[in-house]
C-alpha cells in the first residue's frame, strides 16, 4: 500500500513519493509533503526549463537556478514555465 502525503502544491491528500526525490534536507521536505503528480508535474516542467534554457547541469548556476524554480513551484505556489515554450497544439 502506498504511502499518502497531505500535498502542499495540490493542496489535497495524495499518494506520496517512495523516497526522497532530491539530495539533502530539501528531498527529505519534498517526501513528507509533496504528491507523486505534482512531482512528476515538476518534473515536465523542469526538462522543459532545460531543453528551453539550454542548461548544463554541470553549471552550478544553473542547477541552483533549478533548484530555486522548484522551490518556487512546489512550496510558494509560482507558476513556472519555461520562457518560449509552446504546448503542443491538439
Do not use: H
Not at 504528491?35 to 542547477?63: G, H, M
Amino acid at each position: 500500500m502506498s504511502r499518502t502525503v497531505q500535498c502542499v502544491k495540490l493542496n489535497k491528500e495524495a499518494p506520496g513519493l517512495e523516497y526522497p526525490p532530491y539530495p539533502g534536507e530539501m528531498g527529505v521536505k519534498i517526501w513528507q509533503s509533496i504528491s507523486q503528480e505534482a512531482w512528476e508535474e515538476w518534473k515536465a516542467i523542469q526538462t522543459r526549463l532545460v531543453n528551453e534554457n539550454r542548461l548544463n547541469l554541470a553549471d552550478t548556476r544553473a542547477r541552483k537556478y533549478l533548484k530555486e524554480q522548484m522551490t518556487k513551484f512546489l512550496f510558494e505556489g509560482g507558476d513556472i514555465e519555461a520562457q518560449g515554450y509552446v504546448p503542443p497544439s491538439e
